[in-house]
């Protein structure tokens, strides 16, 4: 049985916090833009809204909505939700996450305001039959004036591993193994999953090489693989395999045979800090995360608990 947790929330945060340049290219794609990849990024507050909903009983609850990701590039707002799959307040949750941000940068003055509404897109993990290809909000006014609000979704099913290394879209990596989650769930064939996995192995570390992804950068996108299959395969007999390509042989000569244990030990230690990180903001004991890094990393106790005192917030 799939986990109930939030990992794809988790990769998502922590992308857009650790590795807000990655974000540069997804929004030249989805926007139609050209900015460069050290262009200034500045990740705005996703500060929180309240709203009252109606419980099953009648009574009126107080629920605080938080958007995935708001990003400031020169005087461009770019707002972006990752969906797992389609839901159908996300029209009006973007409606409301864009009249907060519109707030923050209005112009005013006596008898009139410019309200700059943010560009936006939702990014679906997972695709039904109901997935939207666009989200519309349509604004009409008392003297019948309609104005629609529209942009297209991004439909991560429809993007191929080369469109993904071809246009830089590693933000979408991690989240590529979703299309394959029948199988993996099921514990049918995964060969096919393997091949790519094993492709954006290989183009990473390539890319990692010719300077164009950081050593954190390409460390990280790899423990965030290994976080969305583990979350899929809760410990079943495809785990390992999907787990183990991440960390494979790439070359087979000595020296860059050095190279790769190299980098496999930082791996395992990236993969060690971001879930200490993650099982404390989900508010986990120490034990908890403890048996989590022992158990996906196949670590020692021993140097579980090194890792905990280097990372943790809380001391073992």
């Not at 500060?47 to 605080?64: F, H, M, N, Q, V």
């Amino acid at each position: 049985m799939q986990k109930q947790t939030h990992d794809y929330d988790n990769v998502f945060k922590t992308m857009k916090s650790k590795h807000k340049r990655l974000f540069v290219a997804v929004i030249n794609d989805i926007f139609g833009k050209c900015y460069p990849m050290d262009v200034r990024v500045d990740v705005l507050p996703s500060e929180g809204y309240l709203t009252e909903s109606e419980t099953a009983d009648g009574r009126k609850e107080i629920e605080e909505q938080i958007s995935d990701f708001l990003i400031r590039i020169g005087s461009e707002v770019y707002l972006l939700e990752c969906q797992s799959y389609d839901d159908g307040s996300m029209a009006i949750r973007i409606a409301e996450y864009a009249f907060i941000v519109a707030r923050q940068f209005a112009v005013w003055d006596i008898g009139h305001a410019t309200i700059p509404m943010p560009r936006f897109s939702v990014i679906y993990v997972k695709r039904t039959n109901r997935t939207p290809a666009a989200t519309t909000i349509t604004f009409t006014f008392p003297d019948g004036q309609s104005v629609e609000y529209r942009s297209d979704n991004v439909i991560l099913e429809e993007f191929t591993k080369e469109d993904i290394v071809e246009r830089r879209l590693f933000p979408y990596i991690p989240f590529y193994i979703a299309r394959y989650e029948k199988e993996i769930v099921s514990e049918g064939k995964v060969d096919q999953a393997v091949e790519d996995l094993a492709y954006f192995r290989d183009q990473l570390v390539r890319l990692n090489r010719t300077g164009e992804l950081t050593d954190t950068e390409l460390i990280d996108l790899m423990g965030f693989v290994n976080t969305i299959i583990t979350h899929m395969t809760n410990g079943n007999k495809n785990e390992e395999r999907l787990v183990n390509v991440m960390g494979g042989t790439i070359i087979e000569t000595e020296s860059e045979k050095w190279m790769r244990q190299g980098m496999e030990r930082g791996v395992q230690q990236g993969q060690a800090k971001m879930l200490i990180e993650l099982g404390q903001e989900d508010g986990l004991d120490d034990t908890t995360i403890l048996q989590r890094i022992q158990e996906r990393i196949g670590l020692s106790l021993e140097e579980a608990m090194a890792y905990m005192k280097q990372y943790g917030k809380r001391l073992v």
